[in-house]
């Protein structure tokens, strides 16, 4: 959950920053993996990233 959170909370518009492209939360989370997440939970979201992303792309950010 911890890396689908923090995916969300950086693609995301927030009320003190516009929402940042999926590249930006995608190596955040790779360069946390092993301290702040769980380095196999990493790699699943990786794996589906690549499998899936361009639809979600084409879905939810319109605009990247």
Do not use: C
Not at 5 to 33: G, H, M, W
């Amino acid at each position: 959950m911890a890396v689908a959170d923090t995916f969300d909370a950086i693609t995301s518009d927030r009320p003190y920053r516009k929402a940042l492209p999926a590249y930006a939360a995608i190596e955040e989370i790779v360069e946390n993996a092993g301290r702040q997440f769980d380095p196999d939970v990493v790699e699943l979201f990786l794996k589906y990233w690549l499998k899936h992303g361009n639809e979600y792309r084409r879905v939810f950010l319109k605009d990247e």
